[in-house]
């Protein structure tokens, strides 16, 4: 068997593509003109689009007049969104207490009430609980399903004809919202009963819709459009119309009845052309209701009903709020006659009251013109003139939710006066210093002009300055700071530093404070270009070290990413305040749990390692690397870092002709004992590539101990766990491969065989079970196309001019060429066995081809090669098709490497 002779200089030349120098860069070339582009219409095409089409059977299933399953009147997604977040903000506890039960919860004839033993322990431990002999107990669980089963008997009792049923129902419902015993629930219950609500006001829009539609046989009148008139509507409808009005007109409870008339307030329509005049009277009809929660949320009610109608006017809402507002001056001046804080319930209540002033301000500010927003202002009692804004006093909450749906025109060119309404605004309500922090964001949102920022942000200090609590000055200065650094205000960010660091140090920064505090450092980090800026900053560094928690995390994170996102890092100072910042991020991470920002922590440590720069003072930067190394050695990323930085610093040292050998030689000692520490996984790559940079500065015994050590360490691979995936998988290959690259220009030891690493690299691959034949195949390849080249009088490539290779070596010594021949004929044998243990037919007929390849390229195809050959294409034939361009190829170039062999010439006619 003899290895095929090769001229590498000779093969390049001949498959280089011709060159000639262009013009222009290609990627700098002007786009064609418009009139040499092809443009395509594809309007007639036919072409169906499902995100803009139309689906007939879709629109069909919604025209059928009995079709319950849709609604007219679908929720927006406002209104959905809003009905979640107010259960997720008033959460019910798993018990819910009820002073006396309505009989609706208890017709089901299933009992909700504890057992006596239960109710006995209970009252044990709570006796004040159980003073009230009314008091019954029931679930939530328990009160959703019932309402969920009272929705379905109503529907049911619908689908029957019995409306009567359904409308008593109905009632019922409704008159669960007047018990409000339960602060925390009533949200929760609002949201329940307002979806039946909701469901039977759509159930008796599509009866009347159907009536004026269709007649009792089923004919068609006529097909109303979606902006009918009153006038379009038969007699018969009309009647029903009439009829369910004057139904709920009769209940006798007050809430229940102006609930059912908002849930079918849009059959208004089918009555008069101006539906929406009945919400004035509606809107005085809530003025009876004596329970300030109740009544609150039955304009919340009222705001949702009233945008199903096609148009209304706003002025029930504006009454609404001023209803809202007064009752909760009665409220908070009930209170200070006390002379007394905020009560509990006082607070719980106002809290309650607070979601539906921001639905109902929502609903006043969409969409409104300059001039409806001072119309607004004036009858919310704040505008005596279309030129005074401020000049009155406001109940805080509702200014609150008033300076967040303002436009910000208005925001912008009134700011000096709304600060003086939010200063004559000290109600207990709402905290004043969370609307001094509206304001502050409300006028980010446009560029204001400098004196007037100046007038504000003058005002807002000289209050916060008076604030004891760090809570509340972060708070507040939080909003500002995006409009100080804007501004420049260098001397009043040197102020609000100062303030925040005199409390801090006072009274220390607790959990609720932590948020407020990472918020603003994070922004002065944004802010600054360079670390140095903001550590030179007054009171900076001390605010730094009253940081913890998740908060010291997050601020941490940004300074390392600043300070590495303009490059190298070479200030010592810098350098030494990021260590301990990564040291303290490196010692709070949990290695047990390892969670996503666990993984950001590590690589940011490893990217501030990376660029850190020493310059010239190569011994410093090494000495670092040993810092980093014992400081952060949980971390395997940062350890493979400070094997690269230390590669690198070596191949640095070997391009300075004033370094000594010996610093080289550290640099390749202190990768070499980092690497074993570094998962298995990734040490064989880190072994290669040590061996190649020590390789470089001529020391061959230690790159010889390196090539050893990374074939030695695959020894380990087959226990780590997750390794098996493609991309491992070929990762492994890559870097195998890239070792038989590597092998070409490393010298042979007088004291070893000829082939020693290849012979080590084949016979770890036979040892280990692990490695899969497809695995096999292709190392084996690699091995017989190194020991190919090494066989070649002239190696393609030397690495080091300095060290002789095995062409200089081993020139004209037959010996050296027959333990190449003998490794070689070892490797064909596993390679062929390899291939025909490949259970996958179509993998196992393209391994056949690269091995054919292989050796049609290695060696002299002989007839014993030759017979191998066809085997191995025959194997591919049996698996592809005859008309594989791969096989097709491969066949070729097995005639072109023995054209004297006719067996080929017939199977390629064949």
């Known amino acids: 068997m003899d290895f095929r002779p090769r001229n590498y200089s000779a093969e390049h030349e001949s498959h280089a593509l011709p060159r000639a120098r262009a013009d222009a860069h290609p990627l700098s070339a002007s786009p064609p003109p418009l009139s040499q582009v092809n443009i395509v219409d594809h309007g007639n095409t036919g072409f169906f689009d499902p995100l803009r089409g139309t689906d007939n059977h879709a629109n069909a299933t919604s025209l059928d007049p009995d079709n319950l399953s849709g609604s007219d ?38 009992s909700h009430e504890k057992s006596s033993t239960s109710m006995h322990l209970e009252e044990l431990d709570d006796p004040q609980k159980f003073t009230d002999e009314g008091v019954k107990v029931i679930t939530w669980q328990e009160y959703v399903s019932r309402l969920q089963e009272l929705k379905d008997e109503i529907t049911r009792s619908w689908l029957a004809d019995d409306r009567v049923t359904s409308l008593k129902l109905s009632i019922k419902v409704a008159k669960l919202l007047t018990d409000t015993s339960v602060f925390e629930f009533y949200p929760t219950l609002f949201v329940l009963v307002t979806d039946i609500m909701d469901m039977i006001g759509d159930l008796v829009w599509r009866r009347i819709k159907r009536k004026a539609e269709f007649t009792e046989e089923g004919a068609l009148l006529c097909n109303l459009a979606e902006n009918f008139e009153a006038s379009d509507i038969c007699a018969d409808a009309k009647e029903t119309c009439n009829n369910w009005f004057s139904k709920i007109g009769a209940v006798q409870e007050l ?29 005085m009809m809530t003025r009876g209701l004596g329970d300030p929660v109740a009544s609150a949320y039955c304009r919340l009610y009222m705001a949702h009903c009233a945008q199903k109608l096609t148009s209304h006017d706003i002025g029930y809402l ?62 919310l009692g704040l505008m005596k003139n279309q030129q005074d804004f401020g000049s009155v006093s406001c109940v805080s909450v509702v200014l609150h939710h008033l300076l967040k749906e303002l436009p910000i025109e208005v925001v912008s060119s009134n700011v000096v006066q709304i600060l003086h309404l939010i200063e004559f605004s000290k109600d207990n309500s709402f905290d004043q210093h969370m609307n001094y922090r509206l304001l502050g964001f409300r006028l980010y949102e446009r560029k204001s002009p400098v004196d007037v920022v100046n007038a504000v942000l003058d005002k807002v200090i000289q209050v916060i300055a008076l ?97 590495t996102r303009n490059g190298q890092v070479s200030d010592p100072t810098s350098i030494q305040l990021l260590f301990e910042i990564s040291r303290i991020l490196h010692d709070n991470m949990e290695f047990m749990n390892v969670k996503d920002d666990d993984c950001q922590v590590a690589h940011s440590i490893s990217h501030f390692v990376d660029m850190v720069e020493y310059g010239a003072e190569m011994d410093r930067y090494l000495a670092f690397l040993v810092d980093c190394r014992g400081a952060f050695g949980k971390l395997n990323e940062l350890k493979e870092t400070v094997v690269h930085s230390s590669n690198s610093l070596a191949i640095q040292a070997l391009k300075c002709a004033n370094t000594h050998l010996s610093f080289v030689k550290s640099c390749i000692t202190f990768s070499e004992v980092t690497i074993p520490s570094i998962s298995a996984q990734r040490q064989f790559d880190l072994f290669l590539e040590t061996a190649e940079v020590a390789f470089l500065g001529g020391l061959v015994s230690h790159s010889d101990g390196l090539i050893d ?27 195998i491969r890239k070792l038989c690259g590597f092998l070409i220009v490393v010298p042979g030891n007088i004291n070893l065989p000829v082939t020693y690493f290849p012979n ?63 490794l070689s004929k070892l490797v064909l044998e596993n390679l062929l066995s390899a291939v025909q243990q490949e259970p996958s037919q179509a993998a ?24 191998i050959c066809l085997t191995l294409i025959e194997t ?29 010439m017939l199977f390629t006619s064949a």
Not at 710 to 721: K, P
Not at 723 to 731: C, I, R
Not at 792 to 809: C, S, V, W
């Open 255 to 283: 809430l229940p009845r102006i609930y059912l008339e908002l849930a079918i307030l849009p059959c208004w329509r089918f009555l008069v052309d101006q539906p929406g005049d009945s919400l004035r009277r509606l809107v």
């Open 73 to 110: 009147h679908q929720p927006t997604k406002e209104w959905t969104s809003f009905r979640r977040l107010l259960m997720q903000r008033f959460p019910v506890s798993k018990m819910v207490s009820i002073s006396s039960m309505p009989d609706v919860l208890l017709r089901s004839g299933k």
């Open 467 to 563: 604030y004891d609590s760090l809570d509340e000055y972060l708070k507040v200065i939080d909003a500002y700071a995006d409009l100080i650094l804007q501004n420049e205000m260098d001397n009043l960010l040197n102020t609000i530093l100062e303030g925040i660091s005199e409390r801090a140090l006072n009274g220390g920064v607790t959990e609720d404070e932590m948020p407020s505090l990472e918020s603003l450092l994070v922004k002065l980090l944004s802010h600054f270009k360079h670390l140095e800026d903001v550590l030179s900053l007054s009171h900076f560094p001390e605010i730094l070290d009253v940081m913890y928690g998740k908060s010291q995390k997050v601020v941490f994170l940004h300074i390392l990413n600043m300070a």
């Open 318 to 379: 504006v009454t609404s709020v001023n209803d809202i507002r007064v009752i909760l001056m009665q409220i908070l001046s009930a209170n200070e006659r006390t002379r007394g804080n905020v009560k509990p319930n006082i607070k719980l209540q106002v809290s309650l009251m607070e979601p539906t002033i921001e639905y109902i301000m929502k609903c006043i500010f969409n969409g409104l013109s300059q001039r409806q927003v001072s119309e607004v202002l004036s009858e």
């Open 709 to 735: 050590s990374a074939i030695g360490c695959l020894h380990t691979l087959d226990i780590m766990d997750g390794f098996q995936t493609p991309a491992d998988v070929e990762g492994l290959i890559s870097s």
């Open 876 to 904: 591919a034939k049996s698996c592809l098709s005859a008309q594989d361009r791969y096989l097709q190829s491969t066949i070729q170039l097995v005639n072109k490497q023995s054209p004297n062999f006719e067996g080929f």
């Open 844 to 867: 196992r007929g393209i391994m056949a081809l690269e091995a054919c390849n292989c050796i049609a390229s290695s060696f002299m195809v002989s007839n014993e090669l030759s017979s």
């Open 760 to 822: 080590n690299l084949f016979t770890l691959t036979c040892s280990q079970s692990w490695f899969e034949p497809k695995m096999r195949t292709k190392i084996f390849s690699a091995i017989i196309l190194l020991l190919t080249t090494l066989s070649q009088k002239t190696l393609p490539y030397h690495a080091n001019t300095q060290i002789p290779g095995n062409d200089m070596l081993y020139y004209e010594d037959s010996s050296y060429k027959q333990e190449l021949v003998s």
